[in-house]
């Protein structure tokens, strides 16, 4: 039996992208009684009915599930900061960056509007973060600087598009995908943000084998990290990881001990004190958020 990822669901219609051809799809009636929906990005079985359409058989396991936008399976959140115009909020990209990896999810960062910007600039932003290990792309929609190494980070993975407001998510995605400027717009207009019918997403093809969700992900609500412990936050700090081998205490928060190894890299300037101060924000946030769970 065939198999296929469901790209698009709208009014019991689900639209399957299975061996290059795109299947108007029903699901069978039985998925439902077992409690088993389908959400855009899953990975289907189904049956062939005719040129074009066909029966959803089976949902197959999901790897992850995303409720804003709802999107199965998505591999990666593609960050995105302009390097001006909004000026960059580090603070959002690194509770970003803690939220996608705690939800167990890969991410690459993309510094958008280097255009507008000298080098030495846009460099200096992504420096920490490559350091860290994180993948960086520096771009220009405008300019059309990076989008090469923006589709290869996009290849064969389902991302979603996060990021402020201005930032330039569409006209990355634009930039990226020529053909997506009207089918953006058609969306957009059938979404049509004030309704409220606004209950299913769609994944746009772009670049060979890669798919990603219209709606941004990861609204400001999303980005709590009160469901985190204090000390697994230096998990998602990975510039801090071998470091922490080398602290005086086992389970340091590398915030008022003494003998801390990240507290002296910071110091030293190998990991930036950007970075480590949205640590110590986060961490304090965190560990307020656990003394007020306690009182009752
Ligand atoms: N100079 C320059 N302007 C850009 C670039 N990318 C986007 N812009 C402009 O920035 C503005 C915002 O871009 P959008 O793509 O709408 O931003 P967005 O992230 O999708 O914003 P929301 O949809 O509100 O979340 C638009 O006027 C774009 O033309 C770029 O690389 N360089
Ligand atoms: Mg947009
Ligand atoms: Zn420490």
């Known amino acids: 039996m065939p198999e296929g ?3 698009r669901a ?6 399957v992208d299975s061996e ?12 439902r009684r077992e409690g088993k929906d389908v959400l855009v990005g899953d990975i289907v079985s189904l049956s062939v009915a005719g040129p074009g359409t066909g029966v ?3 949902v197959l396991a999901r790897k992850s ?29 690194d509770r970003m960056l803690v939220v996608v990896a705690s939800a167990g999810l890969g991410a690459v960062i993309c510094f958008n509007k280097i255009d ?47 990021g402020p407001s201005g930032a330039g998510k569409s006209a990355l995605l634009n930039a990226l995908e020529p053909g997506l400027r009207l089918r953006c717009g058609e969306i957009s207009a059938r979404t049509g943000r004030g309704r409220h019918t606004t209950r299913y997403s769609v994944l746009l093809e772009v670049g060979p084998q890669g798919y990603v969700a219209d709606t941004p992900g990861f609204s400001r609500l999303d980005l709590d990290l009160a469901g985190l412990r204090r000390g697994d936050l230096d998990d998602f700090f990975p510039e801090f990881g071998e470091l922490r081998g080398g602290c005086r205490f086992a389970g340091c928060l590398h915030h008022k ?3 801390c190894e990240v507290k002296a890299a910071v110091a030293s300037g190998e990991v930036s004190s950007s970075r480590y101060e949205h640590y110590v924000k986060f961490l304090e946030e965190i560990i307020e ?3 007020k769970g306690r009182r009752w």
């Open 56 to 58: 959803i058989e089976d």
């Open 289 to 291: 958020a656990e003394r």
């Open 116 to 162: 507008l910007v000298s080098e030495y600039a846009s460099r200096k932003l992504a420096r920490p973060y490559r350091r860290a290990g994180y993948a960086v792309v520096r771009a220009s929609a405008r300019a059309g600087w990076g989008l090469g190494m923006l589709r290869k980070a996009l290849a064969g993975k389902v991302s979603v598009f996060s």
């Open 5 to 7: 990822r469901v790209i």
């Open 20 to 31: 290059g051809t795109t299947h108007d799809c029903a699901a069978r009636g039985r998925l």
């Open 65 to 93: 599930r995303l409720s804003r936008p709802p999107v199965a399976n998505v591999d990666q959140a593609v960050i995105v900061m302009a390097c001006t115009d909004p000026e960059p909020d580090l603070e959002l990209l």
């Open 257 to 259: 001990e003494p003998g």
């Open 10 to 15: 709208y009014a019991g219609h689900y639209y």
